[in-house]
Structure formats: C-alpha cells, structure tokens
C-alpha cells in the first residue's frame, strides 16, 4: 500500500487518509516499518543515524483521527517547515476511541475527536514528537486542544507508556441517532452519507452525496450553516 497516495486535504473522501498496518517511522518521503522491541532499541538506532532527538526526549501523543497518516503529517510537518521524522507506535489505549467532531473542516471532511469509552480500548497510534514537532502540530490543530490522557497506554511488547497527550475536540461530538451516545468514526463517505440520511435540513444545504457536500461546504457561509446543524446534533464530551 502506498501510504503517501492521496492525503485528505487533497481528497476530503479519504478521510483520515491512509494509515499504516503497524509500527514504524516516519522518514520525510518514506514510512520505515519498525516494531517495537527491546525497548525501542530498532527505532532508536533508526533516530540516531538520521541525528533526530532520541526517544527519550521526545512528547508522546496518541492520534484518533488523521495525524495517523503518514502523508497527513507529512503535510503539516512541511507547511510549517519542520522535518517530518517521527516514530509512530501502536498501542492499546484505554478509555478512548475515535468519535466524530461535530464540525467541518475547511477542506471538506468532517474530522475525529476522541470520545470517552469506559471498559473499552483501541488500538491507536502513539507518535513521538520533538519540541518543533510538538508546537508544529499544535498550531495545525486550532479545533482541538491538547491534554494528558488520565491513564496509561500499553505498547505492542506489553511495555506500559505514562499518559500520552491527546487532542480533544472543542466543538463536542456528533451524537449517534437514536440512543444519543457519542458517534463511532467510520469511513468518510459513510459518515456523511449517514449524517445526510439523518437531516433533512442538511440535505438542502449541502446535496444530497458525500461528493456535492465536500464541494458545498467548501463555501464559508455553508460550512458555518452546517456547522450549526452539527452542534444540534451533539453530545456533550469531546
């Protein structure tokens, strides 16, 4: 799988974009599958013969939504001038799972926040920023804000992780129809497919496809319109 293909700034549909099947680092133009093992020794090796921070002085943040694509990182990396070489670790992450923000992006899609699953876990992506890394992602993220996670994480060998950092969603997050609780993320065109089949109202703002509302709500008015019908549709955690 070509994992820089397509990235949804260009292709909204693809939302979050594509993803790897497992650990690795991000190396500019190339994803290095690494698994993590011996604590890290593979990718430390790999940080070290680039000259990258090494492990230990790097920020952890588990990604729910597209900062899980390589060619997404890769992106806002580049836009803001710093080099995109970040390792990025699987692990099992208690308490969260990728919801659905209730906002649109400028772009078209309509992105993850985490939501609150008590019992539960997912299986997510860590990645492990440098200082210019970290203040560049935060600045790519001003619909989120970024915050401790209250547990720990637990790494593919079983080694637990302190509390990574997480973005939480400013806007709350889209209810599920029916039962009220936080929407599942699932794919782009399923998502709004679902979001249009459920809102009238949002139909004869922004069409009727996945595609004639990426288009619409590219427009500042319509996105903000939609935006609003969102937020009555939203539950209260983000």
């Avoid at 700034?9 to 594509?18: D, E, H, N, Q």
């Avoid at 806007?171 to 089949?197: F, K």
């Amino acid at each position: 799988m070509d994992l820089f293909a397509d990235d949804p700034v260009a292709a909204p549909l693809t939302y979050p974009g594509r993803i790897p099947p497992g650990s690795g680092v991000l190396m500019d133009d190339a994803y290095v599958p690494r698994e993590w093992r011996a604590g890290g020794a593979a990718i430390a090796a790999l940080l070290a013969s680039a000259g990258q921070a090494p492990l230990d002085a790097r920020h952890r943040v588990v990604a729910v939504g597209s900062n899980a694509a390589p060619s997404q990182l890769r992106r806002k990396f580049r836009d803001h001038g710093v080099r995109a070489v970040v390792p990025m670790t699987l692990a099992e992450v208690p308490g969260v799972a990728p919801g659905v923000s209730a906002h649109v992006s400028r772009w078209g899609y309509v992105p993850a926040a985490p939501i609150e699953t008590q019992g539960e876990a997912s299986r997510l992506f860590v990645l492990w920023l440098d200082e210019r890394q970290l203040a560049a992602l935060d600045l790519t993220e001003p619909n989120y804000r970024r915050r401790p996670l209250t547990s720990a994480v637990t790494l593919e060998d079983g080694t637990p992780l302190p509390p990574p950092f997480v973005y939480e969603g400013r806007h709350g997050c889209v209810a599920a129809p029916g039962d009220g609780r936080p929407r599942r993320l699932t794919s782009q065109p399923e998502l709004i497919r679902s979001l249009l089949d459920g809102s009238a109202a949002l139909r004869r703002l922004c069409g009727s496809t996945p595609e004639e509302f990426v288009a619409n709500v590219r427009d500042d008015t319509v996105r903000e319109a939609a935006y609003l019908l969102l937020q009555r549709e939203r539950t209260g955690g983000g």
